[in-house]
């Protein structure tokens, strides 16, 4: 039986939606304020400094550290640019019948020559970083020498958990009801470029399967841990998820275990099979801070859903999880707010909400911060 719960995940057709784009160094902008971009248009680029190679040269031609400072011995001199296969040293013994010699291991720039040690270290060529804009939109902000933020409207889709980096690609369903689990055998054949959507859960072989058949993504209910492990190679640890090597992108939007896709989330997907779609697996597993996300931008010019933003809003009604013991993962309604402070079992005094158990329509008290929204 599989357990999660779902924090306060967005899943709407009609948000907005503004993602920073910055560099892990200063570098510069290439793109304007309110200029449209693609997902694949580069915002930003830097330089990142080339690796340093050492090339121990005494020992390479067998001599002391002392006898490379000969006149002649050493045929470069710090700052010089370097091609792979250039000398960097070179002695002639025994009237010229015996050469020693260096060359660069790489292209690059001599660094520094260590005269007590006879190594020379060579600085590879710097290395071009460049971000791009993930999602199609508009530059909002533009942070000097850092990066920009890109605004699009249009559908967002949170996950409770994905593994995979960011991925750009079509929708696809796969299965007819949001209960259905995916297997092998309805994996197509050829899905290259697309984000399959799953039912309930999906098997480690309808994932290896995707790969082979050149998807690029899975959106699904739940995921046996054992299904993930095999899949991935090793245990899933408890750090932020999104850069693992894994050749797709999954995105998890109920929990562990067989789980039936929301509804809502279902038909949703369903709305927006064959149109293009930016999506990301990284999640902060502990702290919940990261959320994986499916964004679909969509061109029609609309404001945020009303009914959408007063989900966020705890109040008489709201539907919640409860995401503490005794009642993990109960399904519940607000049925009061209290506002007095009540003192709980560790001594503190908070909050509490009294809640209308769905399964059994108990009335409980949990404090507020046990519970999260859910948009059902």
């Known amino acids: 039986m599989g357990t999660a719960y779902t924090p306060g995940l967005k899943v709407t057709k009609h948000a907005s939606v503004t993602k920073i784009r910055k560099l892990p160094i200063k ?28 090339v121990k040269l005494a020992e390479k ?33 025994f009237f010229g019948l015996f050469t ?26 710097d290395k071009l970083l460049e971000i791009d804009s993930y999602i199609r939109g508009k530059i909002t902000e533009i942070f000097p020498g850092d990066g920009v933020a890109v605004t699009t409207r249009g559908a967002l889709i949170q996950g409770i958990f994905g593994v995979g980096c960011e991925r750009i690609g079509t929708i696809k369903m796969v299965v007819a009801r949001p209960d259905e689990p995916l297997t092998a055998d309805k994996i197509p054949s050829e899905c290259k470029g697309q984000i399959l959507v799953g039912g309930a859960v999906v098997t480690a072989d309808a994932l290896q399967k995707t790969v082979e058949a050149g998807g690029i993504g899975i959106i699904v209910g739940g995921i046996v841990n054992e299904d993930l492990s095999d899949f991935l190679g090793y245990e899933i640890g408890v750090a932020i998820t999104g850069q693992e090597d894994i050749g797709l992108t999954l995105v998890v939007t109920e929990g562990f275990g067989s789980m039936s896709m929301a509804q809502r989330t279902f038909d949703l997907l369903k709305d927006l099979e064959g149109m293009e779609a930016s999506f990301n697996g990284a999640t902060q597993i502990r702290a919940g801070a990261m959320r994986p996300e499916i964004i679909v931008p969509i061109e029609e010019d609309v404001e945020a859903d009303d009914k959408e933003e007063k989900e966020q809003l705890l109040e008489v009604g709201t539907n919640i999880r409860i995401i503490r013991v005794p009642y993990f993962g109960e399904l519940a309604s607000v049925s009061a707010l209290p506002p007095e402070l009540k003192e709980i079992g560790t001594g503190s005094k908070v909050r509490m909400l009294e809640a209308k158990l769905s399964a059994s329509g108990e009335v409980v008290s949990v404090p507020r911060a046990n519970v999260e929204i859910i948009g059902v």
């Open 27 to 54: 570098g510069e902008i290439v793109v304007d304020l309110n200029q449209k971009v693609n997902p694949d248009t580069v915002v930003a680029r830097a330089y990142l400094p080339g690796d340093l190679r050492v």
């Open 100 to 125: 020693s010699k260096a060359e660069s291991p790489v292209d690059g720039t001599v660094e520094y020559f260590a005269r007590e040690t006879g190594h020379m270290g060579l600085r590879e060529p």
């Open 61 to 93: 031609m067998g001599l002391e550290a002392i006898e490379l400072l000969d006149e002649g011995i050493i045929r470069v001199q710090k700052g010089d640019k370097l091609e792979k296969g250039q000398v960097l040293a070179l002695k002639k013994t």
